[in-house]
């Protein structure tokens, strides 16, 4: 690199700083005029025709949104009846019966103009189901978070459809001023990118610079390394010679060590000779054991065969008092089965003197309902009579008193 230069230095430090420079443009050379054309800000309406085309805007993505929901809402339409009311069901029904003729039609060629009908009566259902659907804003919001739908290409319309309504705003809202100011901003943006370019050549010749230096740093490590590997290879052949003279040494102990083994290999030879005449001492020790051992067996098998004579001996005396004691089970049966049906017939008859019992106590008690009535009716009789004969008493004397108080008048 350019190190033992003062002016190549003083210029690499110049574009160093151009590049500081060109990294913080917003706090070094960008004018505020043009940092608050460029940030984010609050658009705000300013005029009454602004606000119209922003609320006719407004209202096209609302309705395509609910456009979207609305083949979603039509395929859950019992989930969503109670929440829509009877009169945006009844029209989303005719709305989903319109749409299933027209993608019939559309299945079948030659009915171009019942297409066209069909085409228009949808468009009026969808218009008026909207019309419905936007006077209840409340029942919007509902919908938009309990309809879930999966992406399609509607939403890629939407999306670009928002982002023209706020460019359009912005384009209402920025003044032919902010509009020279951004160009003047671009302008002096492309300026300095032409200079941003001129500094990147310039540091690119001096990194060309230094990748040569490195280059030739590399070269030199690289015949450093060749002079170590020609110091190894000699290392190598001297450690040869020396592994040749250890595998002498090792044949050599490795001779002795195979007549010590020769000797330790008789040893072992007469220690199996040993061995042998105690195996066979011991085979003769169990071939007696096993002897005595079968004579056992014999006796316990001739002793489980006299016990298993004396079982079948006592099984059939015990078999023959089971089939005793059998036969009178069986005929205690038979009479238990005689004295069952008797009892039937018995709780039958029995049941019948309960019915009858009941039947005549219902009557009676029928009979002393009809007395009471009777009575009831009786004493209703006579109070009725007793009152029409008072009444007709005291009518009469009441008679008497207007005719003498009348004669006493005319006197």
Known sequence: MATGNPAAFQASSKQRTLVKDMATPEKATTPLGAM??????????????????????????????????????????ERFARMLGPEITASLLEHQKLSNEMQHLLASPGAQETMRAREQHLKCSLRHILRLLLANPLLCQGLKYQVQVRASPADAFIKAFAEFRDFMLEKLLTSPAEEREKI?????????????????????????????????EMDRKDKMIEDLKTTMENLAKDRKAEIQQMKKEGAKQQEEEAKAAQGRCARLQEDVQRLRVQFSALVEEHRASELL???????????????????????????????????????????????????????????????????????????????????????????????????????????????????????
């Not at 990147?200 to 230094?210: C, P």
């Not at 089939?323 to 009178?328: D, G, P, R, Y």
Request: aromatic content about 6%; overall charge positive.
């Open 184 to 216: 003047q901003f671009v302008e002096e943006m492309s300026l300095k990118a032409e200079q941003n370019t001129e500094v990147i050549t310039a540091l690119q010749a001096e990194l060309a610079a230094g990748i040569q230096t490195r280059k030739e």
């Open 36 to 77: 608050g054309v460029l940030e984010p800000r609050q658009l705000k309406p300013d005029s009454a025709e602004t606000e119209r085309i922003l609320t006719v805007l407004d209202e096209t993505i609302t309705k395509l949104e609910m456009t979207r929901l609305i083949p979603r809402i039509t395929g859950s339409l």
């Open 293 to 411: 051992l079968r004579k056992r067996k014999c006796r316990t098998e001739e002793e489980i065969e006299n016990w298993i004579q004396k079982y079948d001996t006592d099984m059939a005396a015990k078999q023959a008092t089971f089939e005793a004691i059998h036969a009178v089970y069986t005929e205690e049966k038979a009479q238990l089965a005689q004295l069952m049906e008797k009892h039937a017939l018995l709780l039958q008859e029995y049941s019948q003197i309960e019915e009858e019992r009941k039947m005549l106590k219902q009557k009676e008690e029928e009979e002393l309902q009809e007395q009471a009535r009777r009575n009831r009716a009786a004493t209703r009789i006579q109070a009725a009579w007793r009152g029409y004969v008072v009444r007709s008493f005291f009518k009469a004397k009441l008679k008497k008193l207007k005719k003498a108080k009348g004669k006493g008048g005319k006197k």
